[in-house]
């Protein structure tokens, strides 16, 4: 009963208008810009540093770090492993062309006169140019406080055009077989002449490890495809456990 109570008072402090939205944010240059949320909507904020430094402290329940983006190579933050995942499926996202870690900070003040402030976890930038806003929280550590500051995200959001997410849990096992191709996204697991013989051989589809076998020697071979599962040049299914004789085929083309 308390939570629903807390809960009930917190949504009360909804931010006015859209209007009443600041933005705060670092340029590619390192410059802090603040200023109206209108005037900023297509800042590049994926050009960007972040607005908050996501350092490591003693008895920190979180374990932070940085991830190594091959959408646009360089790291960016993460402050849990929850975010880590959520960084990882945008990189492996092929939509998704930049991605920057707390990105700006958002500042409104509430109806009941408070000023508030929220930092979100994510901006990506779309190959079709538009934005996604996103914020990584399990449904149950949701605090009172939190659902404001997320609810006036998504109303700052749908007033400029960018997408808002807010996310939980990933599905468990297809973050595992992400998790695992990952491993070889950087371009040096690249060779351009085997991945054309790769793809002529998955071209109608068959067994991984049989396909490899086509080509050449496992140990040499099988990293060049799971580098071309990455990049999505090959598919397979990610939503069951991925193995030697897991279906591999070129991606249907739209």
Not at 14 to 34: N, Q, S
Not at 94 to 114: D, H, N, R, T, Y
Not at 215 to 243: A, N, Y
Request: charged share 25%; aromatic share 10%.
């Amino acid at each position: 009963m308390r939570c629903v109570t807390e809960l009930s008072v917190a949504l009360g402090e909804l931010v006015r208008p859209v209007d009443g939205f600041e933005i705060e944010y670092v340029t590619a240059d390192g410059v802090k810009t603040r200023g109206d949320l209108a005037a900023a909507w297509a800042a590049p904020f994926e050009q960007g540093g972040p607005v908050r430094h996501l350092r490591p402290y003693k008895g920190q329940r979180h374990l932070p770090g940085e991830w190594w983006s091959a959408t646009d190579g360089h790291l960016v933050g993460f402050e849990s492993w929850l975010e880590r995942d959520h960084l990882m499926l945008l990189d492996f996202a092929p939509a998704v062309v930049g991605i920057a870690s707390q990105p700006f900070w958002l500042f409104w003040v509430s109806a009941e006169g408070k000023r508030r402030s929220h930092a979100p976890d994510y901006f990506t930038r779309r190959r079709d140019g538009s934005g996604v806003v996103i914020d990584c929280r399990p449904a149950e550590f949701r605090k009172p406080r939190d659902v404001v500051a997320f609810e006036a995200a998504r109303r700052a959001c749908d007033a400029v055009g960018w997408e808002y997410r807010l996310v939980g849990a990933p599905d468990e096992l297809s973050v595992r077989n992400v998790r695992w191709i990952s491993g070889y996204r950087h371009p040096r697991y690249h060779d351009a002449e085997v991945a054309t013989r790769l793809r002529e051989v998955f071209s109608s589809g068959g067994p991984l490890l049989a396909g490899v076998e086509k080509v050449g020697d496992p140990i040499s071979m099988l990293p060049r495809v799971f580098h071309l599962l990455w990049s999505q040049e090959l598919t397979v299914d990610l939503s069951t456990p991925l193995h030697m004789a897991a279906v591999v085929s070129l991606p249907d083309v739209a």
